[in-house]
């Protein structure tokens, strides 16, 4: 694909948003996520039932990408070097043959259907973005971006994912039912003859590449912040550390991005300054993974969003 000079990044990138629309009805939020993971250098966790269009999320953003994508099926007997690669005899040598991680684009399907051991090959490349391998550390291309898809942890079968590697995303995004309109605009378009594994006969095109993201990259990085609203974002950090009904509050991985996130949504809606709202819509998603509720209060039927929704209700806004 080549890339118009004529058109911004911002245009580029929100152009991704009308391409998967073709295949993919609502889930608007969601796919607003993901476009921000891209624009910081983020990975993101999608949780939902199955049959919510999880994957044909991920892979219909894909396809409107000029970037290299692979998937992974992560299934119980998935082996690490599955993932990362390993050493093969060739010709009287070893060399290393890249597994799927080396991409710029990678699905992790179902991730949290295969054992710990295997979970834990993404933690290097989700945070280092390399791979070590028989002590030899190989970078990851450029971009690099991981959406795992997982279906609820009290699913049968599951994994839960340990915390040191849910803090490697940047979002937890949960996929919702769609609406009753939105459903009937789904099997419209199935009766019409949509086949979601056949996006090209969608109409499923690349609209944007690696120049686009790292553009609109550094244009959010020079989004304005003032430092009453860096404040802001500290104190919503430290006060889920301090919340009774939490046995895990956010570490400062996770306030430094929630304050990305936040930029980012600020850069897509157009403005140039991040404000505090921006940083309460980007807080939910950002932080959702990263508390650990008392097993008490869990038992009350308290969940991480309502905890958090408290929270964003108590702490001063900066005005």
């Given at each position: 694909?080549?890339?118009?000079?004529?058109?911004?990044?911002?245009?580029?990138?929100?152009?991704?948003?009308?391409?998967?629309?073709?295949?993919?009805?609502?889930?608007?939020?969601?796919?607003?996520?993901?476009?921000a993971?891209?624009?910081?250098?983020?990975?993101?966790?999608?949780?939902?039932?199955?049959?919510?269009?999880?994957?044909?999320?991920v892979?219909?953003?894909?396809?409107?990408?000029?970037?290299?994508?692979?998937r992974v099926?992560?299934?119980?007997?998935l082996?690490p070097?599955?993932?990362t690669?390993?050493?093969?005899?060739?010709?009287?040598?070893?060399?290393?043959?890249?597994?799927?991680?080396?991409?710029?684009?990678?699905l992790?399907?179902?991730?949290?259907?295969?054992?710990?051991?295997?979970?834990?090959?993404?933690?290097?490349?989700?945070?280092?973005?390399?791979?070590?391998?028989?002590?030899?550390?190989?970078p990851?291309?450029?971009?690099?971006?991981?959406?795992?898809?997982?279906?609820?942890?009290?699913?049968?079968?599951?994994?839960?994912?340990?915390?040191?590697?849910?803090?490697?995303?940047?979002?937890?995004?949960?996929?919702?039912?769609?609406?009753?309109?939105?459903?009937?605009d789904?099997l419209?378009?199935?009766?019409?003859?949509?086949?979601?594994?056949?996006?090209?006969?969608?109409?499923?095109r690349?609209?944007?590449?690696?120049?686009?993201?790292?553009?609109?990259?550094?244009?959010?990085?020079?989004?304005?912040?003032?430092?009453?609203?860096?404040?802001?974002?500290?104190?919503?950090?430290?006060?889920?550390?301090?919340?009774?009904s939490?046995?895990?509050?956010?570490?400062?991985?996770?306030?430094?991005?929630?304050?990305?996130?936040?930029?980012?949504?600020?850069?897509?809606?157009?403005?140039?300054?991040?404000?505090?709202?921006?940083?309460?819509?980007?807080?939910?998603?950002?932080?959702?993974?990263?508390?650990q509720?008392?097993p008490?209060?869990?038992?009350?039927?308290a969940?991480?969003?309502g905890?958090?929704?408290?929270?964003?209700?108590?702490?001063?806004?900066?005005?």
């Amino acid at each position: 694909m080549d890339r118009d000079p004529s058109r911004s990044p911002r245009e580029a990138v929100l152009a991704l948003r009308d391409e998967v629309g073709k295949v993919v009805v609502g889930q608007d939020g969601v796919l607003s996520g993901l476009v921000a993971a891209l624009l910081v250098r983020g990975h993101v966790l999608l949780e939902g039932v199955p049959g919510v269009a999880k994957t044909l999320l991920v892979k219909t953003l894909a396809a409107a990408l000029d970037v290299e994508t692979r998937r992974v099926q992560f299934t119980p007997d998935l082996m690490p070097s599955d993932v990362t690669g390993q050493l093969v005899l060739e010709g009287g040598d070893f060399r290393f043959r890249p597994g799927p991680v080396f991409t710029n684009l990678l699905l992790a399907d179902e991730v949290n259907r295969t054992p710990p051991k295997t979970q834990a090959a993404l933690l290097e490349a989700m945070e280092e973005r390399q791979v070590t391998v028989e002590g030899l550390a190989r970078p990851l291309p450029e971009p690099f971006l991981v959406v795992a898809t997982q279906n609820p942890v009290e699913y049968e079968g599951t994994y839960p994912l340990p915390e040191a590697q849910l803090d490697r995303f940047l979002f937890k995004l949960v996929v919702p039912y769609p609406t009753a309109e939105q459903e009937q605009d789904i099997l419209a378009r199935h009766h019409a003859g949509l086949d979601p594994h056949d996006l090209h006969a969608a109409g499923v095109r690349p609209v944007a590449g690696a120049a686009d993201l790292e553009a609109g990259r550094r244009e959010v990085e020079s989004v304005r912040c003032d430092p009453t609203v860096i404040g802001y974002v500290v104190a919503l950090a430290r006060a889920t550390r301090e919340a009774p009904s939490l046995a895990l509050g956010v570490s400062p991985r996770g306030a430094t991005m929630l304050l990305h996130a936040a930029k980012a949504w600020t850069w897509l809606s157009g403005a140039a300054f991040v404000t505090p709202d921006a940083v309460k819509a980007m807080a939910r998603p950002t932080f959702r993974h990263r508390i650990q509720l008392r097993p008490e209060v869990e038992l009350e039927g308290a969940t991480p969003d309502g905890v958090l929704e408290g929270i964003l209700a108590t702490v001063p806004v900066p005005r």
